[in-house]
């Protein structure tokens, strides 16, 4: 895999700099972006590997502006913000963020939640390649694509590989510690509300009883819905 680019869409200067200076220490191509229109125009342009978005843009927000590269193409995408409420987190991973981050936040882990994401997308299917059935979803590991009742659903890098990792382990109760660390490839204390707010996204788009909460614990996919 060759260098990779990551787009930076941030209108605060100070943090888009400090950012883009940590990622290029990290051997990334960083090209910055200081509002919305700007920012589409980049992921157009320079077709990124990985986007960091600031939620609060000028011109369109980072809800808009996720909802329009998400448009063209399956990118992944890493939000900022500087509220910290559960309606953005979860407005914010239904128009397709992968991951999200609360400001003020640590440089170490912005590195660690980027690599993780692009250590996802680079591994791809790592998982048995044959289709996996959940009632009237229908996963496919090799096309990485999902089907409700036939139709296409667009699930997020990060939606697919948790939905896939548990449809595979059909009846078995994953906890929120083992999906963070074989979903997303790192444990932060912040990691619980991650896995259940891409939970909720997941029956949004899926069905509310695909995933089942088991309470203390963590999730499991029912086996008698699996063929």
């Not at 888009?16 to 910055?32: D, H, I, M």
């Not at 882990?109 to 996996?132: F, K």
């Not at 229908?138 to 139709?151: F, K």
């Not at 490839?185 to 619980?192: F, W």
């Amino acid at each position: 895999m060759g260098v990779r680019t990551i787009a930076v869409i941030e209108d605060e200067r100070s943090i888009a700099s400090a950012v883009a200076a940590r990622l290029r220490s990290e051997g990334y191509v960083v090209e910055v972006a200081g509002d919305g229109p700007e920012g589409v125009e980049l992921c157009e342009r320079v077709q990124p590997d990985l986007v960091v978005l600031d939620l609060m843009l000028p011109g369109l927000d980072g809800i808009e502006v996720c909802k329009r590269i998400q448009r063209e193409r399956a990118v992944p995408v890493l939000m900022l913000t500087a509220r910290d409420s559960e309606t953005d987190l979860v407005v914010g991973l239904a128009v397709g963020a992968d991951d999200y981050m609360t400001k003020p936040f640590s440089a170490r882990e912005l590195v660690a939640r980027v690599n993780a994401i692009l250590r996802r997308t680079e591994r791809g299917a790592t998982e048995p390649s044959g289709l996996v059935r959940i009632g009237p979803v229908e996963i496919d590991p090799t096309s990485r694509r999902v089907r409700r009742d036939g139709e296409f659903v667009h699930l997020t890098p990060t939606e697919f590989d948790l939905v896939h990792y548990l449809a595979a382990r059909p009846g078995r109760v994953a906890t929120r510690e083992e999906l963070l660390g074989q979903v997303w490839g790192y444990d932060i204390p912040s990691g619980a509300r991650t896995v259940d707010s891409h939970i909720r996204s997941i029956r949004r788009k899926l069905g509310a009883h695909l995933v089942r909460t088991v309470h203390g614990v963590g999730y499991a996919v029912e086996e008698s819905m699996c063929a």
